[in-house]
Nanobody, 125 residues
Framework: QVQLVESGGGLVQTGGSLRLSCAASGRTFSSYAMAWFRQAPGKGRDLIAA????????YYTDSVKGRFTISRDNGKNTMYLQMNSLKPEDTAVYYC??????????????????WGQGTQVTVSS
């Protein structure tokens, strides 16, 4: 069982930056592939970035590519999402998620089993 806790959300102006953190419980953090999702008001929850177990491979959806960076520190049991050049359309609740992965090299676009409670990001225009 993995427990995930997000932090770092808040209110920022267009063009600003935020860094989200996702702290995981347990001693097997490196056994899990990780991802960030977001859910805007009235919309579904969408995958925006994913990272492999060792942090060597990453995925970004087109809308955040070049602006967001996903990373992880397995020694600290923590994943990050650095968000730059924020836009009003980035306003959403951001969730981190994890899933067991047998491969160290791959990221995953689905099949996530564990979720954090979410953190609100609001970008004002």
């Amino acid at each position: 069982q993995v427990q995930l806790v997000e932090s770092g959300g808040g209110l920022v102006q267009t063009g600003g930056s935020l860094r989200l953190s996702c702290a995981a419980s347990g001693r097997t953090f490196s056994s899990y592939a990780m991802a960030w999702f977001r859910q805007a008001p009235g919309k579904g929850r969408d995958l925006i970035a994913a990272v492999s177990r060792l942090g060597t491979n990453t995925y970004y959806t087109d809308s955040v590519k070049g602006r967001f960076t996903i990373s992880r520190d397995n020694g600290k049991n923590t994943m990050y999402l650095q968000m730059n050049s924020l836009k009003p359309e980035d306003t959403a609740v951001y969730y981190c998620a994890s899933r067991r992965a047998s491969t160290t090299a791959g990221y995953f676009l689905s099949g996530y089993d564990y979720w954090g409670q979410g953190t609100q990001v609001t970008v004002s225009s």
